[in-house]
């Protein structure tokens, strides 16, 4: 009988874990502590149709702004390689978002060096990659790779999905405080079994789709 008991327990537990895996945009959790202050962030859709958390101080207009101070996109914290996800992943991942991103962002204002008192400075972090128990995970506090697997067990699903979570700001260069922040969760290609390595192309349209976004991005746009 007290088996039979943990067996329900058990099974519950793995259902609520499963709606929260559901879910399209990150839990707070998931959030990794590279944005010093996540309150305030609401759900909306990106220009792409992607759902996304944002965040954007009431008083920001874009045209206070000429210029983009660059800080290269990183890992955060430093992830280490696994069976599933080399190095070679993660270097070729790191590169591309870098490339992608910075010149998304350099189409809506000029990326300079030299900060002005009309320069705002971008920054922002991959924060996590996820396919199962065994696969890449920065963030140490319930980690969705493990509820991916999860899922597996309870609907008997081979194929495994993937994500990758990504944290960015612009910073007022004058006051040093936050005018825009973004925490994203994108979903890439499913992997066949936990046994199928994760490589760039697996998450590369996740990329791309922040890349749009960021070109297209419209602060009036809250749904």
């Not at 008991?5 to 990794?32: D, H, I, M, N, R």
């Not at 502590?33 to 101080?57: E, I």
Request: hydrophobic share 35%; charged share 20%; with cysteine.
């Amino acid at each position: 009988m007290r088996t039979n008991t943990l067996f329900k327990v058990a099974a519950l537990s793995g259902l609520l874990l499963l709606a929260g895996c559901a879910s399209k945009v990150a839990a707070p959790e998931q959030y990794s502590g590279f944005l010093k202050d996540y309150s305030g962030l609401q759900q909306t859709t990106s220009a792409s149709g992607k759902p996304t958390l944002r965040w954007v101080d009431p008083s920001y207009n874009e045209s206070n702004y000429d210029s983009i101070i660059w800080n290269n996109i990183t890992y955060y914290p430093t992830p280490k390689p696994t069976t599933q996800i080399g190095q070679r992943t993660l270097d070729e991942l790191l590169n591309y978002t870098n490339t992608k991103m910075k010149t998304a962002i350099g189409q809506r204002k000029p990326i300079v060096t030299t900060p002005g008192s009309r320069s705002l400075i971008f920054r922002g972090a991959i924060t996590g990659v996820s396919s199962q128990k065994e696969g890449l995970q920065f963030y140490e506090v319930v980690p969705v790779a493990l509820v991916v697997a999860g899922t597996q067990m309870a609907t008997g699903h081979r194929t495994m999905d993937t994500h990758l979570f990504f944290e960015g700001e612009l910073i007022d260069s004058k006051t040093n405080k936050p005018v825009i922040k973004v925490v994203r969760k994108g979903e890439g290609k499913e992997l066949n079994n936990e046994n199928t390595p994760m490589t760039f192309a697996t998450l590369k349209q996740v990329v791309d789709d922040m890349a749009t976004d960021a070109t297209m991005f419209d602060v009036n746009k809250t749904k």
